[in-house]
T-cell receptor
Framework: NAGVTQTPKFQVLKTGQSMTLQCAQDMNHEYMSWYRQDPGMGLRLIHYSVGAGITDQGEVPNGYNVSRSTTEDFPLRLLSAAPSQTSVYFC???????????FGSGTRLTVV | TQLLEQSPQFLSIQEGENLTVYCNSSSVFSSLQWYRQEPGEGPVLLVTVVTGGEVKKLKRLTFQFGDARKDSSLHITAAQPGDTGLYLCAENTGNQFYFGTGTSLTVIP
């Protein structure tokens, strides 16, 4: 099993550009989430999904969109990149709401 | 959003020493998890605690859930350089997981 796969690992964007961060899991997990990690801020929840076709906002959703058309994939879209979105982004999946998360290895995004 | 406070924020110790890190909240946890994150990697789940007063051991790591389920601690015995990393606690509220800001541990050989 590959677990949770995130691509790309590194990305540099110019302000105003858009892009999609990819996340795929092969564990048949229903729950998937996107977090951003900034120094001193810990992991903050951007969006999450409890199953295909169902998404909801987390703590810091502004500037990001998600969709969940399949159980396996949960892409994160940056609509118009801003320097404040410079961060490390983690995708995670879980079998259920009470079980622990399996994380991907992250995407380091820099917006200039 | 439930605020999770972790302390200390940074900890640097010599190999072989013992240490304890803490995770506290003003509200009751439904369940709590501990993760370790190494540089350049995602967090890895260490343990989930559910019952107040619960104690779980994972080799040299001992996890305790407070009786009132509002706090938790992680104790490491005889720390080794391989224990170096960021230790995060996370609380599950409904369908969302909220993370503390973490304790950055450095174990010096």
């Amino acid at each position: 099993n590959a677990g949770v796969t995130q691509t790309p690992k590194f990305q540099v964007l110019k302000t105003g550009q858009s892009m999609t961060l990819q996340c795929a899991q092969d564990m048949n997990h229903e729950y998937m989430s996107w977090y951003r990690q900034d120094p001193g801020m810990g992991l903050r929840l951007i969006h999450y999904s409890v199953g295909a076709g169902i998404t909801d906002q987390g703590e810091v959703p502004n500037g990001y969109n998600v969709s969940r058309s399949t159980t396996e994939d949960f892409p994160l879209r940056l609509l118009s990149a801003a320097p404040s979105q410079t961060s490390v982004y983690f995708c995670a999946s879980s079998y259920s709401g009470g079980s622990g998360y399996t994380f991907g290895s992250g995407t380091r995004l820099t917006v200039v | 959003t439930q605020l999770l406070e972790q302390s200390p924020q940074f900890l640097s110790i010599q190999e072989g020493e013992n240490l304890t890190v803490y995770c506290n909240s003003s509200s009751v946890f439904s369940s709590l998890q501990w993760y370790r994150q190494e540089p350049g990697e995602g967090p890895v789940l260490l343990v989930t605690v559910v019952t107040g007063g619960e104690v779980k051991k994972l080799k040299r790591l001992t996890f305790q859930f407070g009786d009132a389920r509002k706090d938790s601690s992680l104790h490491i015995t005889a720390a080794q350089p391989g224990d170096t990393g960021l230790y995060l606690c996370a609380e599950n509220t409904g369908n969302q997981f909220y993370f503390g800001t973490g304790t950055s541990l450095t174990v010096i050989p």
